[in-house]
Nanobody, 114 residues
């Protein structure tokens, strides 16, 4: 497994932006698909975005055009740039690595509210 540490969450007004970061502690990083998931109160955890080591990305329909996932393989970092935030984006955001078994960070709270 990989140790993952998220940062960058907080309180933001609707329409605002936040950038989440995830630092991975591992000797091997490039081969892993990295992703961001979120879990809102009373709801199941859902996929937000993924990025392969080669740079291919995938997004949930609800965030397409607003969120951008990126990774810096040299620094073993994954980022989630979130723009045009909506109240429904409020959730705990988790970094994920598709290791076997999967690896998860502790989560970072994102609250979108006026």
């Amino acid at each position: 497994q990989v140790q993952l540490v998220e940062s960058g969450g907080g309180l933001v007004q609707p329409g605002g932006s936040l950038r989440l970061s995830c630092a991975a502690s591992t000797s091997i990083f490039n081969p892993y698909v990295m992703g961001w998931y979120r879990q809102a109160p009373g709801k199941q955890r859902e996929l937000v975005a993924t990025a392969t080591g080669a740079g291919s990305t995938n997004y949930a329909d609800s965030v397409k055009g607003r969120f951008t996932i990126s990774r810096d393989n040299a620094k073993k970092m994954v980022y989630l740039q979130m723009n045009s935030l909506k109240p429904e984006d409020t959730a705990i955001y988790y970094c994920n690595a598709r290791t076997n078994p999967e690896s998860w960070g502790q989560g970072t709270q994102v609250t979108v509210s006026s």
